[in-house]
């Protein structure tokens, strides 16, 4: 029976490339996918192509390409990644520029466009909140990107252009490994039992490491070997949509099938009914087990058609935050970090600040002395610690204007002279505020396209 070897190169925006790039030399793969939105990370990234229409992709998508396209021009390892976030166009541009500059002729790079839908965000501002009940007009004036996660079907279309590298946007976390499956073994998109089955393998694979031992790590209870090195996973899929989650030899970490276990039912609310833009995945039947050392076979997903809607992931601005540390060390910290928070409370309430929301946390065990400093500082005589020996306070609060923001951190550092005794290591803070609302909208609304260009010597694209 034919099977395909899918490996996972990034759990986030800011996952490590080291691990990705051994799955690449040495993992016999026929794709790899790389995982790198969140809900934030999108309206991060379309405030950044609003400043500069050439941006508004991932921060680390240059970095990644300088280490794995030599890698790729040896070895016949299929990318796909959402990497392009806010702008899959530009990205793909780089790309094929950084490809061309390493003399890969022929290589196809592919932009998967349709998810953004801020140009018609008027026609939903009657859409409920997903979060709140509440009507999309209710923070109209505030949206700075609406994107609607998407499925499988344009990474479909790219691959069969022949794309070497497909890059897009909102494209949904598991669709990016169901994709090659309906690719490579020809499965129909009303195929839905196989469908819920290959969204299985995407959800296995979209966190990376997560299922290797990554996230699974609790000292005295699940103990992980070589954590520093932990691999990145394989789904070895077949035809019927079973597998089986490895990583590769020598590559620190486990899998198991806890491991397999805890990520299957991560962010699931229900396994009967796992929503996704390629149909809603059934997770009730499913079995692990054992297939050898860091092998386990994953069997019995289902599914079946999905609400003929998506989901859009809304990002607005939504205040700032303003915050300040100060740390206290010695005898009595504790006392004057809880005195200096005090302090600063009733000067914001002094000045009248609007905030909208405030906390006041005290932090801390060794960064001032270590541990054994600080037990000798804050020893009683009968050999016990009058309590922590330092405290470091934090205050933050959120507020709808800039300037009032602002004036968090400085009453924080202006505690260095008008607050207790022995502050010091003052450091304040701002920033401003995406939030994330969400809304369905009908499929029909989407209309996804796949852009695939071939490298041409001196130039990025024909």
């Known amino acids: 029976m034919k099977t395909l070897r899918i490996g996972s190169g990034a759990g986030y925006g800011g996952d490590r490339i080291e691990p990705a790039l051994d799955l690449i030399e040495r993992g016999d793969l026929d794709y790899i996918g790389f995982e790198c939105l969140a ?10 192509k609003l400043k500069d229409p050439s941006t508004g992709y991932n921060e680390l998508l240059e970095y990644r390409m300088e280490r794995m396209l030599p890698l790729l ?14 702008n899959p166009l530009a990205a793909a541009g780089l790309v094929r520029a950084m490809a061309a500059g390493l003399g890969m002729e022929g290589f196809r790079v592919a932009a998967i466009t349709g998810d953004d839908v801020l140009g018609r965000i008027d026609r939903y501002l009657g859409n409920e909140i997903l979060e709140t009940g509440e009507r999309l007009e209710s923070i109209a004036s505030r949206i700075i990107s609406a994107n609607a996660y998407i499925g499988s079907l344009g990474i479909v279309d790219a691959l069969r252009q022949g794309a070497d590298i497909v890059i ?24 839905y039992e196989r469908i819920g089955k290959g969204i299985l393998a995407g959800h296995m694979l979209e966190c990376s490491s997560q299922v290797t031992g990554g996230y699974f790590a609790d000292p005295g209870w699940k103990e992980v070997p070589e954590l520093w ?8 899929v077949d035809e019927s949509g079973d597998f089986v989650i490895t990583k590769l030899e020598g590559s620190g970490g486990l899998v198991s099938p806890a491991t397999c276990k805890e990520q299957i039912i991560y962010e699931i609310h229900d396994p009967a009914n796992y929503h996704t833009p390629d149909g809603v995945a059934d997770y009730r039947g499913v079995t692990v087990d054992q297939a050898g050392k860091d092998r386990v076979r994953v069997r019995g997903a289902t599914g079946k058609v999905g609400s003929g809607l998506l989901k859009v992931s809304v990002g ?4 700032f935050i303003g915050e300040g540390e100060i740390s206290y060390g010695g005898p009595g910290a504790r006392e004057r970090a809880a005195l200096a928070g005090s302090v600063v409370r009733r000067r914001l309430e002094h000045l009248g600040i609007p905030l909208e929301e405030l906390r006041i946390e005290h932090m801390g065990i060794d960064s001032l002395y270590g541990d054994r400093l600080g037990e000798r500082l804050c020893a009683r005589s009968d050999g016990g610690v009058r309590g922590p020996c330092e405290v470091r306070l934090r205050v933050a609060a959120r507020a709808a204007d800039r300037r009032d923001a602002e004036r968090i951190g400085n009453e924080v550092e202006a505690l260095y002279l008008n607050g207790p005794s022995g502050g010091g290591g003052a450091r304040k803070y701002l920033r401003d505020v995406i939030s994330v609302a969400s809304i369905f909208i009908d499929r029909n609304d989407v209309a996804i ?14």
């Open 316 to 319: 607005y601005s939504d205040g």
């Open 73 to 86: 021009r040896d070895r016949r390892v299929r990318v796909i990644t959402n990497m392009g976030a806010a």
């Open 229 to 236: 090195n932990v691999g990145f996973p394989i789904a070895e």
């Open 449 to 462: 396209a796949a852009h695939c260009e071939e490298v041409r010597a001196g130039r990025g694209s024909k």
């Open 168 to 191: 897009g946007g909102r494209i949904a976390d598991p669709s990016l490994f169901l994709a090659p499956l309906m690719y490579g073994f020809g499965w129909n998109p009303d195929d």
């Open 39 to 48: 809900e934030r990370t999108i309206a991060l990234a379309q405030r950044q």
